[in-house]
């Protein structure tokens, strides 16, 4: 069974005074239903659940009034005698809500009444084109959470790493000194097992009892085409065939030197006005994140950062590595990256910081000056560099000689080595990157 941290999360949200109703947002299949309905029967006497993406017709439940206790009186009609509605002991679990917009506009009564704790999940809540029906979104009425697939720290754990070999790590970073060599190698291999599988749920469980890389592919092949066939299901017009152009552009557009996103790579007469609302969509999936360039790597990121003018990521690396050509996982496992450029290492620190909640930036300039990521650390803005192997951090250490015009004064380098430190530069083995939490 895995580790979520989510289980923390919502344990505060049941801890919390006068909660609202919580609805976990994240792509399809990242363990939503899972970890609600775990969390659900762990912490109430009595549970009420509704999928209506299995079963449609609890639709109709939410057709009529939306008082608490008409709805309570039809989902005891629709679910059966063997469930009981107790004040303060019984939870609602609404799954797929936005397959049911009158039931995310019923949260508002659930919320003023407060007899029943309601717990949702939503997996395209937002998505322009998804619903047409008018409904009211009960705003200041519900608590939104994004949900992720497994991040590095929640494979480890579901790999047997023990939070006492995490707290080492912590302490060899916070102390800048060398991980054991044992231990080094032993999160080498993990974080290229990573790189391959990703963070569904399925896939990983699966993975970690089998160790079968060809069941690890078919499985990402299927949930590609998964979230493809949303993308044809759920888009409006002409959006329905852009945004799948530009899902399926993303490895092209990382296997460039330059990858900045370019419009003219999903098709040469795209034009960014017509595209841009496509990768927003998919922006709001949970599928892709974009990482936006900045004029200055200084503080404050976000009054820095360019809109129109991004690199875009994959929010999951085993998804990303799903998109490319067939042994590609081969090709990382035995460590030959030579022919990707970067590309997968850089999306595995971006799957690293989306999963964290951290914002993504980058610096690039006219005069050839470019680093990968630029992030605040210990309340400071930090250059980040991503190297596969090895490679050189020309354009960080011209931008350190000059505090003065760039107001930065450190950097860190992700690689394949162990801690150093060389003036202001912090080495770092790549799989340090997911313990970069401080901000």
Request: glycine share 6%; hydrophobic share 40%.
């Amino acid at each position: 069974m895995l580790k979520r941290k989510i289980e923390k999360t919502l344990l505060n949200w049941l801890n919390t005074e006068n909660r609202n109703p919580l609805i976990l947002k994240g792509c399809r299949q990242c363990g939503k239903t899972f970890s609600v309905l775990r969390f659900a029967q762990q912490h109430y006497k009595h549970v009420v659940y509704l999928n209506f993406f299995e079963n449609p017709d609890y639709r109709t439940i939410f057709d009529g009034s939306l008082k608490v206790d008409d709805v309570v009186l039809m989902m005891s009609a629709f679910v059966g005698a063997n469930v009981r509605f107790i004040p303060h002991e019984t939870v609602i679990v609404l799954d797929e809500i936005q397959e049911c917009p009158r039931a995310r506009a019923a949260l508002k009564f659930f919320k003023l009444d407060g007899r029943f704790d309601v717990l949702a999940t939503g997996s395209l809540l937002g998505i322009s084109g998804y619903r047409s029906e008018d409904y009211s979104v009960p705003v200041g009425y519900e608590t939104i959470i994004d949900m992720f697939p497994l991040d590095f720290e929640e494979f480890l754990w579901a790999n047997g790493i023990e939070d006492s070999l995490i707290v080492l790590l912590k302490q060899c970073l916070e102390e800048e000194r060398p991980v054991p060599e044992a231990l080094h190698q032993r999160m080498r291999d993990l974080l290229l097992q990573y790189v391959v599988v990703g963070g569904m749920p399925h896939i990983v469980d699966q993975f970690i009892k089998e160790k079968n890389v060809a069941f690890v592919r078919e499985e990402q092949k299927l949930l590609i085409r998964s979230f493809e066939d949303d993308m044809v299901k759920y888009a409006q017009g002409a959006d329905k065939s852009r945004i799948r152009e530009c899902f399926e552009s993303i490895p092209k557009q990382l296997a460039r030197d330059n990858k900045k996103f370019q419009f003219s790579l999903i098709k040469k007469t795209a034009r960014s006005n017509q595209y841009v609302g496509s990768l927003q969509w998919l922006e709001d999936t949970g599928l892709i994140r974009r990482c936006y360039n900045l004029t200055l790597p200084e503080l404050p990121l976000e009054g820095n950062a360019c809109q129109d003018k991004f690199k875009v990521y994959m929010a999951d690396t085993g998804l990303f590595v799903g998109m490319l050509e067939d042994g590609t996982e081969r090709d990382i496992l035995q460590g030959d990256l030579f022919g990707y450029k970067g590309a997968i290492f850089e999306n595995l620190v971006a799957d690293f910081f989306i999963k964290m909640k951290r914002p993504l930036y980058y610096f690039q300039k006219d005069t050839g000056l470019e680093v990968d990521f630029v992030m605040r650390y210990k309340g400071a803005a930090v250059l980040l560099e991503v190297k596969a192997t090895s490679g050189n951090t020309k354009s960080t250490r011209t931008i350190l000689k000059h505090p003065e015009k760039y107001h930065v004064h450190s950097a860190i380098k992700l690689g394949d080595y162990n801690v150093g430190r060389r003036e202001q530069l912090l080495t770092l083995p790549l799989y340090m990157g997911f313990l970069l939490t401080e901000r």
